[in-house]
């Protein structure tokens, strides 16, 4: 198996080093990831300029470092690679989960995989900079990489978010009843108005979605589609608002 790691955090991140590790178990494995952090960029590609990449060592990897954005460096490895069977995205240093799913650029180079037919696989968890490492995680990791990698899932594109000391396992749905993006006032040192936007924490979550799932310290796996139709509105209004 041919397996393709991507992330949106940068080549260097911690997470794609464990993840490319873990994945090593499951096939030959090759690391194409942003030469700088690329995080919130959503499905941004880069038309209008020419990319380049870099070889670099991850471990015992070999790396290609990318001055362009996380569904760039999907498209540039699936090019240059004779077969890719699966992309992977992550581990992202920070959950993505429910509207947040809008703007992941981890996600976005799962999706890009999903966009050109092969299957896409988004992995994120809590930043590890206050809690060491993902040695808590990785039994379940494991088990969720052979369970979307060998199973057979029907969906070509899954969403998994890990709690840094899970207790099991869940499949969810993406939670989209409130949006967490915020934007907050401020001022620099010189007195100037600027204006963060910000996420905040969220209280209710509704039972089976993704934000559900973390607050029972269970791992969060969401297949996803690429088509955004709301098949309901459409055949309802189709009939109610016909136009002649």
């Given amino acids: 198996m041919h397996i393709l790691i991507a992330n949106d955090d940068g080549v260097f991140s911690p997470g794609i080093a464990a993840l490319a590790k873990l994945a090593s178990e499951f096939g030959e494995v090759r690391i194409v990831a942003p030469d700088v952090e690329q995080s919130s960029i959503g499905q941004a590609i880069s038309p209008s300029r020419p990319l380049s990449y870099r070889r670099v060592r991850i471990g015992a990897f ?44 981890t996600l976005a180079a799962a999706k890009q995989a999903a966009l050109f037919g092969v299957r896409g696989i988004a992995l994120s968890a809590p930043s590890i900079e206050d809690h060491g490492d993902y040695e808590l995680l990785m039994p379940s990791a494991r088990r969720v990489l052979h369970t979307l990698l060998t199973q057979k899932p029907l969906a070509l594109l899954h969403n998994v978010n890990f709690p840094l000391d899970p207790k099991g396992i869940a499949w969810t749905k993406q939670s989209v009843r409130h949006y967490d993006g915020k934007i907050v006032p401020a001022q620099d040192p010189y007195g100037r108005k600027v204006f963060w936007f910000a996420a905040l924490p969220i209280e209710a979550v509704e039972p089976g979605t993704d934000r559900w799932a973390l607050t029972q310290d269970l791992v969060s796996i969401t297949p996803l589609r690429l088509d955004l139709t ?14 002649d």
Avoid at 76 to 103: F, K, M, P, T, Y
Avoid at 230 to 243: G, H, M, N, T
Wanted: glycine content about 10%; overall charge negative.
């Fill in 62 to 105: 070999e790396a290609f470092r990318v001055n362009g954005t996380p569904s760039d460096c999907v498209a540039l490895g699936i090019h240059h690679w004779e077969r890719v069977d699966v992309v992977l995205s992550g581990i992202n240093q920070g959950l993505n989960v429910g509207n947040a799913c809008w703007h992941s650029g």
């Fill in 230 to 243: 709301d098949q309901d509105c459409l055949s309802e209004d189709s009939k109610r608002l016909a136009f």
